[in-house]
């Protein structure tokens, strides 16, 4: 079945569908996004996405294009129309259309949405997670918003096309201090070598990820002690355990980091124990 995509009130063939060349999101990187998780056909985590779109969109002082309700029909109506059943919906928001200029255009101009929709077998997910992956740690050369969801990643790509290069699943990003910020696209954590679950605090320019936010409720319902602090990259070669969270990796243990082997080397029992809780929970509360 051929993929359809919503655009500026349109749905297209996803080969057919087009933006204006004078996009904001295509000249300036001028926009935000974010990724909902599908499963059995409803949005995992939706009420934490669409809160983070809102705040990004008002930190960029992009209007917001239209009330909750008619977003939420266009999203379930891209994952109707492409047939996803497990998988991930795609939102994009930019300033819009208008003459390619720096300053913002005329007010009223009216801002771009992109929604796309495929559906991704959760056996390979499965799979990565018996397994583990490894990680490649990078410099982080973002810019100083990495809390605002923004479309403009080109250090995150780049930190992603060296892991994959290096035969890495995911890129840990590390600031001049030493210390993991966050991956590439997703948020980093490790059970150190004291067994304390560990992840860095939002204040510190990283995204606060809408799977992360779940998972911390459920660490917290479950008794499990938390320590939102910073952790140098040798502090996560020693670690007991590794994981990151995102929409589409859910929980994913890291096994190594730049060629060292955590632990055992394979999955460890929190990790595997709190990606179980998280699908429960983001399966029974999908909308």
């Given at each position: 079945?051929?993929?359809v995509a919503y655009v500026n009130g349109s749905y297209s063939p996803h080969g057919q569908a087009v933006v204006h060349i004078e996009d904001r999101g295509f000249q300036f990187a001028?926009?935000?996004?974010?990724?909902?998780?599908?499963?059995?056909?409803?949005?995992?985590?939706?009420?934490?996405?669409?809160?983070?779109?809102?705040?990004?969109?008002?930190?960029?002082?992009?209007?917001?294009?239209?009330?909750?309700?008619?977003?939420?029909?266009?999203?379930?109506e891209t994952i109707r129309r492409n047939r996803v059943v497990n998988g991930i919906v795609y939102l994009q928001v930019t300033r819009g259309t208008a003459r390619r200029d720096h300053p913002f255009p005329a007010p009223g101009t009216p801002p771009s949405?992109?929604?796309?929709?495929?559906?991704?077998?959760?056996?390979?997910?499965?799979?990565?997670?018996?397994?583990?992956?490894?990680?490649?740690?990078?410099?982080?050369?973002?810019?100083?918003?990495?809390?605002?969801?923004?479309?403009?990643?080109?250090?995150?790509?780049?930190?992603?096309?060296?892991?994959?290069?290096?035969?890495?699943?995911?890129?840990?990003?590390?600031?001049?201090?030493?210390?993991?910020?966050?991956?590439?696209?997703?948020?980093?954590?490790?059970?150190?070598?004291?067994?304390?679950?560990?992840?860095?605090?939002?204040?510190?320019?990283?995204?606060?990820?809408?799977?992360?936010?779940?998972?911390?409720?459920?660490?917290?319902?479950?008794?499990?002690?938390?320590?939102?602090?910073?952790?140098?990259?040798?502090?996560?070669?020693?670690?007991?355990?590794?994981?990151?969270?995102?929409?589409?990796?859910?929980?994913?243990?890291?096994?190594?980091?730049?060629?060292?082997?955590?632990?055992?080397?394979?999955?460890?029992?929190?990790?595997?124990?709190?990606?179980?809780?998280?699908?429960?929970?983001?399966?029974?509360?999908?909308?």
């Open positions: 079945m051929s993929r001028d926009g935000v996004y974010e990724v909902w998780s599908v499963f059995d056909g409803k949005m995992a985590d939706f009420e934490g996405h669409m809160t983070r779109l809102h705040r990004s969109l008002n930190e960029l002082r992009i209007d917001i294009p239209m009330s909750a309700a008619a977003l939420t029909q266009v999203l379930r949405v992109v929604v796309t929709a495929k559906s991704i077998p959760l056996a390979r997910s499965e799979a990565q997670a018996r397994k583990g992956v490894a990680v490649l740690t990078q410099p982080d050369i973002r810019w100083g918003r990495c809390d605002i969801k923004t479309v403009g990643l080109l250090p995150n790509i780049l930190a992603k096309q060296a892991a994959r290069e290096a035969g890495a699943y995911e890129a840990w990003m590390v600031d001049e201090m030493g210390l993991v910020t966050e991956g590439s696209s997703t948020n980093a954590w490790i059970v150190d070598e004291n067994g304390k679950l560990r992840t860095r605090d939002t204040q510190a320019n990283i995204l606060k990820g809408c799977t992360r936010t779940t998972l911390m409720e459920l660490i917290k319902e479950h008794g499990v002690e938390l320590d939102e602090r910073p952790f140098s990259v040798e502090e996560a070669k020693r670690a007991r355990e590794a994981f990151f969270t995102a929409a589409g990796a859910f929980v994913t243990p890291a096994v190594s980091i730049d060629g060292t082997k955590i632990g055992d080397g394979k999955p460890g029992p929190i990790t595997r124990r709190l990606r179980q809780l998280y699908l429960e929970q983001a399966r029974r509360d999908a909308i």
